[in-house]
DNA sequence: TATGAAATATAATAACA
DNA sequence: TGTTATTATATTTCATA
């Protein structure tokens, strides 16, 4: 929503938010592999290497691209339990969603957090290391917030992530 | 579930899965930045750059970082609507979960899939440039699928990472 | 076995056409 | 946008604790 403008005409073959080709090749790469040098995602692009790094500071002063991060196995960390709770708020708690959303993501075991319309307010995805830690979680952390009306949690078996197909 | 063995007493404090305050550091940081450069994450660590490789490469091949990723906005590349879908398959085709799974994991829209227990099977995160995609998604997309016998859609306000507190 | 200092190879970046 | 020159970084080698 940053530099490139609302005239389409000006690059080619442009789908949306003024992206080309080469754009979509580079976000397509670095969601695969965020690591990949410069270098090698020019030469997959097509493009000079000095172009290639404009690009892709372009895709992040745009806010195409928020981040890079590295992808963590919670498993791999112990924690080996990993379930979405879904939080519901009292009515009247509902002009403090803001604070008590950053209240979730500041726990430990949060994952990620789901801002929803309709009936549930939270969905929250966390990884802990055993059943009783979840149980604490759910029991003690959550559901003795006095913003918290009901909590339903269910376990993960698996998850991944999508195809990235950019 | 590698390299270091089970012996935990050969590294110093070391908490779970062979993890010493060193590594932590270096998951914490390339969690939040996965391009730190190696010279940047050493200081950080405080250990040398040789060394600080070694490690980031002995944590990748633990699997302990499973891969680096850019996080891609949604709304930024068109997808302006995000919306999160409980799907329950028939009891009959709970055999071909896997399938399924794959199918769900394959279309553009998917963002991540989670695999439940309980009530619901399949949750799945997806963004679709607008309610119209949403509407055909939902309906044809999945719903015309024989083994889906119900889902349930909500909308998503906003979302977060966790703390990445590792 | 893990670490770090130094040397080398590679890549990122800037200046300019 | 690309080419070239420069700087910074990643990576290897080897010595050390």
Known sequence: ????????????????????????????????????????????????????????RALQANGVIVGFHAEISPAAIGLHLEALITIRLHAHARGDLRRFQAYVEELPATQRVYFLAGDRD???????????????????TLSLRPEVASTSTSLIFAHAAGSRGI
Chains 1, 2 share one sequence.
Request: overall charge negative; proline content about 1%.
């Open 122 to 140: 939270f969905l929250v995805h966390v990884a802990v290391p055993d059943a009783a830690a979840l149980r604490e979680l759910v029991s003690d």
């Open 1 to 56: 929503m940053a530099a490139s403008d609302s005239s389409t005409s000006r690059r080619a073959a442009m789908t949306d938010a003024g992206l080309d080709a080469v754009d979509r090749t580079i976000l397509s790469e670095l969601s695969r592999n965020g690591r990949l040098s410069n270098t090698e995602l020019a030469a997959r692009a097509g493009i000079a290497e000095s172009t290639c790094l404009k690009r892709v």
